[in-house]
């Protein structure tokens, strides 16, 4: 129990980070969509990269509604391959996604952070739910 007692508040911690950065690229993302545009844009344009954008980003606020609803109810809370994959993948989207911001990376980027750093730990996530709730089985 004392080797999974850190990764809990690790897992809480690097999650509630890249949740963090997140919310702060819907603020920021302006700069970003210029960033996926050539220098001359035309509204359109600017409004169908902002449309995929914010798409993108509401379905990571879905994924970490799962990840979150797991976590707190306790069915991935010690599990601790769960909360190895979920630690690795969040702190590295909250680099990743820093970068995307400061750096102004291109939107294309995102989805293979999103890929990589939210749906992994989702999916994962939720075949603990259909272990747990479906299949009635302590997955630890």
Same mark, same amino acid.
């Given at each position: 129990?004392? %080797? @999974?007692?850190?990764?809990?508040?690790? %897992?809480?911690?690097?999650? !509630?980070?890249?949740?963090?950065?997140?919310?702060?690229? $819907?603020?920021?993302r302006d700069s970003n969509?210029?960033?996926?545009?050539?220098?001359?844009?035309?509204? &359109? &344009?600017?409004?169908?990269?902002?449309?995929?954008?914010?798409?993108?980003?509401?379905?990571?606020?879905?994924?970490?509604?799962? &990840? !979150?609803?797991?976590f707190l109810s306790g @069915?991935?809370?010690?599990?601790?391959?769960?909360?190895?994959?979920?630690?690795?993948?969040?702190?590295?989207?909250? @680099?990743?996604?820093? $970068?995307?911001?400061? #750096? %102004?990376?291109? =939107?294309?980027?995102?989805?293979?952070?999103?890929?990589? =750093?939210?749906?992994?730990?989702? @999916?994962? #996530?939720?075949? !603990?739910?259909?272990?747990?709730?479906?299949?009635?089985?302590?997955?630890?």
């Amino acid at each position: 129990m004392g %080797r @999974v007692s850190g990764l809990v508040p690790s %897992r809480f911690l690097t999650l !509630l980070a890249h949740l963090v950065v997140v919310i702060t690229l $819907f603020w920021s993302r302006d700069s970003n969509i210029q960033a996926c545009l050539p220098l001359t844009f035309t509204p &359109e &344009e600017y409004d169908k990269q902002d449309i995929q954008l914010v798409a993108a980003l509401s379905v990571t606020l879905g994924l970490f509604a799962v &990840e !979150l609803a797991g976590f707190l109810s306790g @069915v991935s809370m010690f599990n601790s391959t769960q909360s190895l994959i979920s630690i690795g993948a969040h702190c590295s989207a909250s @680099v990743a996604l820093s $970068f995307f911001i400061f #750096e %102004r990376w291109e =939107c294309t980027t995102y989805w293979y952070i999103f890929v990589f =750093c939210s749906a992994l730990p989702a @999916v994962t #996530e939720m075949a !603990l739910f259909v272990t747990v709730f479906g299949l009635k089985k302590k997955p630890f």
